[in-house]
């Protein structure tokens, strides 16, 4: 069973940048497909982008191009999730999920528990 711990989230200043983490354990992960999604107060899940092929291949949603960047160290089994130059509008829970690498969230078999992003103004 894959298990996903998130680490990285906290209170961010606008303009800052921050580096979310997904450490999975509980099998091989050589080509494990990774996605990224969040979710803001009051809004539907968004997925961010995902990350498949022993990290060939990264695609993001529109809305998250050039700011966002996802990647694995392939060591460590572990993904990271980097947004620069944050804004407020960029609060919200981050999730990884493991599985898959489209943007349907029911397709991912595995999730983190979710870590925290505040972007102060």
């Known amino acids: 069973q894959v298990q996903l711990v998130e680490s990285g989230g906290g209170l961010v200043q606008a303009g800052g940048s921050v580096r979310l983490a997904c450490v999975a354990s509980?099998?091989?992960?050589?080509?494990?497909?990774m996605g990224w999604f969040r979710q803001a107060p009051g809004k539907e899940r968004e997925f961010v982008g995902s990350?498949?092929?022993?990290?060939?291949?990264?695609v993001y949603e529109d809305s998250f191009k050039g700011r966002f960047t996802i990647s694995k160290d392939s060591a460590n089994n572990t993904w990271y999730l980097q947004i620069n130059d944050v804004k407020p509008e960029d609060t919200a829970v981050y999730y990884c999920?493991?599985?898959?690498?489209?943007?349907?969230?029911?397709?991912?078999?595995?999730w983190g528990q979710g870590t925290q992003v505040t972007v102060s103004s």
């Open positions: 999920a493991g599985g898959h690498y489209n943007r349907r969230w029911l397709d991912y078999t595995a």
């Open positions: 509980g099998r091989t992960f050589s080509n494990y497909p």
């Open positions: 990350i498949r092929w022993g990290g060939q291949i990264t």
